[in-house]
């Protein structure tokens, strides 16, 4: 069982910036496939970003969804089982609640929601005008 526990959401204003970290509990975090999704109100839930990490090449690879990328970075930190969310020129439309996700096996399909097996309980991000 992986349990994962997000953190750093919060209120902020157009243009501020905001970092989010989950802390993933499981023994074999640098294996996992883990990405960030979010739930506008009345939206279905979307996909932010996404991180593997290819442990012979000691390289992450990260994938963003077109709405985010230039403006946020998905980063792991292997040693202490942490995935962060760096938010920069944050807009009243990434408000929502984030949640961070693990999938125990790779998929192709990092962008969907049925590729991931664990989901955080998720933190609230407003950004007002």
């Known amino acids: 069982q992986v349990q994962l526990v997000e953190s750093g959401g919060g209120l902020v204003q157009a243009g501020d910036s905001l970092r989010l970290s989950c802390v993933v509990s499981?023994?074999?975090?640098?294996?996992?496939?883990m990405g960030w999704f979010r739930q506008a109100p009345g939206k279905e839930r979307e996909f932010v970003a996404a991180s593997t990490w290819n442990q012979r090449r000691n390289l992450e690879r990260t994938v963003y969804a077109p709405s985010v990328k230039g403006r946020f970075t998905i980063s792991r930190d292997n040693s202490n089982n942490i995935i962060h969310l760096e938010m920069d020129k944050l807009g009243p439309e990434d408000t929502a609640i984030y949640f961070c996700a693990c999938a125990t096996s790779l998929s192709a399909a990092v962008g969907e929601d049925r590729a991931y097996d664990y989901w955080g309980q998720g933190t609230q991000v407003t950004v007002s005008s």
């Open positions: 499981g023994r074999s975090f640098a294996n996992y496939l």
